[in-house]
């Protein structure tokens, strides 16, 4: 907790957390701080000592820092009399960037060639208030053939998105709406894949990620079950043809095909699929499943 009289920074929180790139990440959940201010996020200031934005208006957070003690001058704080650091960061990022690494590596001994059936596709719609965490519909859609089935779970969301870590984000609705499509048939998650010859398709990365273990990675291995990652936007690396390559070796693929955002999409390996089977089962257009997720996503939602 930041002690009263005294500031600290976004970044300096970032830091704490592990990852200097969670910078706006800390800045965005402040702003929909529901426990303003006994969470005093009224603390954090920018980092030349501005004040920033503040959900209930910058006037007011010039107020309370004054009550507290703390001078505001026209260029707002003087960090070197009022900043304050964390003497013992928990530093809880840089520990899941870790285990990233660490099983993005393991990763590449675990992808197989397969061909699969049938398709399930999540994707998540977010909304809410200004103030107060956001709620999220996950929804978990089942494609063979002409055999269609959607389940949906709406919940709330109490991180903000911090770039390469989208699971600490998403991985509960759309887990919580993937046990709700399983349970419809009488089956746990896994036996639901099996049985049905399913690969999952995750709007985020897999392979195609800093650490090579992103949302679509991290979901499979947590559940057991293969997935692939089907991204709307380049995270990283540079389109070779149509090989992404990042750091000499080919993480994902370009595909040309309109999205719900644009004209082109990214294919990576998620968990225990080779990025070739990856390629081959989505095929030269973004997945109908996928489309069905999204637009059931935001349905739901209303």
Same mark, same amino acid.
């Given at each position: 907790? +930041?002690?009263?009289?005294?500031?600290?920074?976004?970044?300096?929180?970032?830091?704490?957390?592990?990852?200097?790139?969670?910078?706006?990440?800390?800045?965005?959940?402040?702003?929909? #701080?529901?426990?303003?201010?006994? +969470?005093?996020?009224?603390?954090?200031?920018?980092?030349?000592?501005?004040?920033?934005?503040?959900? %209930?208006?910058?006037? =007011? @957070?010039?107020?309370?820092?004054?009550?507290?003690?703390?001078?505001?001058?026209?260029?707002?704080?003087?960090?070197?009399?009022?900043?304050?650091?964390?003497?013992? $960061?928990?530093?809880?990022?840089? @520990?899941?960037?870790?285990?990233?690494?660490?099983?993005?590596?393991?990763?590449? &001994?675990?992808?197989?060639?397969?061909?699969?059936?049938?398709?399930?596709?999540?994707?998540?719609?977010?909304?809410?208030?200004?103030?107060?965490?956001?709620?999220?519909?996950?929804?978990? *859609?089942?494609?063979?053939? =002409?055999?269609?089935?959607?389940?949906?779970?709406?919940?709330?969301?109490?991180? $903000?998105?911090?770039? &390469?870590?989208?699971?600490?984000?998403?991985?509960?609705?759309? &887990?919580?709406?993937?046990?709700?499509?399983?349970?419809? %048939?009488?089956?746990?998650?896994?036996?639901?894949? &099996?049985? =049905?010859?399913?690969?999952?398709?995750?709007?985020?990365?897999?392979?195609?990620?800093?650490?090579?273990?992103?949302?679509?990675?991290?979901?499979?291995?947590?559940?057991?079950?293969?997935? +692939?990652?089907?991204? @709307?936007?380049?995270?990283?690396?540079?389109? *070779?043809?149509?090989?992404? +390559?990042?750091?000499?070796?080919?993480?994902?693929?370009?595909?040309?095909?309109?999205?719900?955002?644009? #004209?082109? %999409?990214?294919?990576?390996?998620?968990?225990? *699929?080779?990025? #070739?089977?990856?390629?081959?089962? *989505?095929?030269?257009?973004? $997945?109908?499943?996928?489309?069905?997720?999204?637009?059931?996503?935001?349905?739901?939602?209303?």
């Amino acid at each position: 907790m +930041i002690p009263k009289g005294r500031v600290t920074t976004y970044g300096r929180i970032a830091r704490a957390l592990g990852d200097q790139a969670a910078a706006r990440a800390v800045g965005k959940a402040l702003s929909r #701080n529901p426990r303003a201010p006994d +969470i005093p996020c009224h603390r954090v200031v920018m980092a030349d000592g501005g004040l920033g934005g503040y959900a %209930f208006g910058v006037e =007011n @957070k010039c107020l309370r820092l004054k009550s507290e003690g703390v001078d505001v001058g026209e260029s707002g704080v003087d960090l070197g009399v009022y900043g304050w650091d964390y003497a013992h $960061p928990p530093a809880p990022l840089k @520990k899941v960037a870790e285990e990233q690494r660490k099983l993005g590596e393991e990763e590449r &001994t675990l992808v197989h060639e397969w061909s699969f059936s049938s398709q399930v596709a999540v994707d998540v719609f977010y909304g809410g208030e200004e103030v107060g965490y956001e709620r999220a519909c996950a929804s978990a *859609v089942f494609l063979r053939g =002409n055999d269609l089935k959607v389940a949906t779970s709406v919940c709330e969301v109490t991180s $903000p998105y911090v770039p &390469t870590y989208l699971h600490l984000r998403e991985a509960g609705p759309v &887990t919580s709406a993937l046990y709700s499509l399983a349970s419809s %048939f009488g089956e746990d998650v896994q036996t639901f894949f &099996t049985s =049905n010859d399913a690969v999952l398709l995750v709007d985020g990365d897999g392979f195609m990620h800093p650490r090579r273990f992103g949302f679509a990675s991290s979901l499979g291995y947590a559940l057991g079950i293969p997935t +692939i990652g089907v991204a @709307k936007s380049l995270l990283l690396g540079q389109v *070779v043809g149509q090989d992404v +390559i990042d750091g000499g070796e080919v993480v994902g693929r370009l595909v040309k095909g309109r999205t719900p955002s644009g #004209n082109r %999409f990214f294919v990576s390996a998620g968990h225990a *699929v080779s990025l #070739n089977s990856a390629v081959k089962l *989505v095929g030269d257009s973004y $997945p109908r499943s996928l489309l069905l997720a999204h637009e059931k996503a935001r349905c739901s939602f209303r």
